[in-house]
């Protein structure tokens, strides 16, 4: 039976990834230190073939046995968490991203590093391509996040050119679904947690920034392929049909039933202005693209959150 770790299971990808992989009768070690995650989410997958260890992926990682994969999602994610948690974001990016990496040479087990579209930054070329090198402030509040993952990618190619290890890279552009933390502070999290309380729903500046919104499902459908196939390149993972942030507040106060108002605050330092996956690539490596439209899936989301919230 082949062995997985999934680092950062607790968490909201990371507890669908190793859901997933069980369901393909893989054997699931998951590792967390539940500063972002939740024990509640994969609570479920007891009495399955998956063990769970609390431990911080920045000190000396080491599994008894054999391991065939090591998937790396250990990582704050969001703009409330990597910027409180600064310097735990920069640590796990590079020194977690660092021991993984030797335990998968050590192993001999493929490792696949859950990137981001972050490392385009606030594009100039649209939608963006994996051939794209990025537009990112090293020294701004989102630098921490963006950094921290553009070194990952960077010392990912270091060990497979350097060491032979087995590597891949996806880049994961916006995702939503069940299991998003209430506190996210993404817009979907916090569009559904105002609306859902009747409270006024804040865009920031006038709502006409642009994301791509992928479905959990489709999401680890497409990183397991990416593991399974033979390309070291990064590949786009993501839903290429973008709408604005506005358009997609006003979805939701609709699909919610509530009478929220709408209203505007000041944009973030270096917040993106555009969000679009160019998937290419993982439609002709891997077969891939997604299926779950936001018809169907922020319906399944919003029930997730008003049974999170009680309403």
């Known amino acids: 039976m082949p062995r997985a770790l999934v680092t950062g299971a607790a968490g909201f990808i990371g507890s669908h990834l190793s859901e997933y992989l069980l369901d393909r009768g893989l054997s699931v070690i998951g590792m967390d230190n539940l500063a972002t995650g939740d024990i509640a989410n994969i609570e479920h997958l007891t009495g399955r073939d998956f063990v769970f260890v609390k431990h911080d992926v920045t000190n000396y990682v080491t599994i008894d ?57 606030d594009p100039l070329v649209h939608p963006q391509k994996e051939e794209y090198w990025g537009n990112v402030n090293p ?18 190619m270091a060990y497979h050119r350097a060491h032979g290890v087995e590597t891949r890279i996806v880049r994961i552009f916006n995702t939503y679904g069940p299991r998003m933390r209430v506190q996210d502070g993404r817009a979907i999290p916090a569009f559904l947690s105002q609306a859902l ?12 920034q642009t994301r791509s919104l992928c479905y ?3 999401l680890v ?36 039933g509530s009478k929220s108002r709408i ?30 439209s936001l018809e169907e899936g922020l319906p399944r989301t919003l029930a997730y959150f008003r049974s999170k919230l009680g309403v």
Do not use: C
């Not at 020294?139 to 990912?156: C, L, M, N, Q, W």
């Not at 990416?226 to 786009?236: E, K």
């Open 65 to 121: 046995g054999p391991l065939d994969f090591i998937f790396h999602f250990a990582s704050p994610a969001s703009p409330i968490d990597y910027l409180k948690l600064p310097i735990q974001t920069l640590k796990v990016g590079s020194l977690g991203t660092h021991n993984g990496l030797g335990l998968a040479k050590a192993k001999g087990a493929r490792f696949l590093i859950a990137s981001t579209s972050e490392v385009y930054g």
């Open 139 to 156: 020294v701004g509040p989102r630098g921490v996040y963006d950094e921290a993952k553009r070194f990952a990618e960077a010392i990912t």
């Open 197 to 208: 309380r009747g409270e006024d729903v804040t865009v920031f500046g006038n709502g006409s």
């Open 216 to 218: 959990v499902s489709d």
């Open 221 to 256: 459908d497409g990183i397991y392929r990416l593991m399974m196939s033979d390309t070291p390149d990064p590949v786009n993972i993501g839903n290429p049909h973008e709408l604005t942030i506005r358009a997609l507040a006003e979805r939701i106060v609709t699909l919610a």
């Open 263 to 292: 209203v505007e605050r000041p944009l973030p330092v270096d917040d993106p202005k555009v969000r679009q996956p160019d998937i290419t690539r993982a439609r002709t490596l891997l077969g891939w693209e997604p299926k779950v």
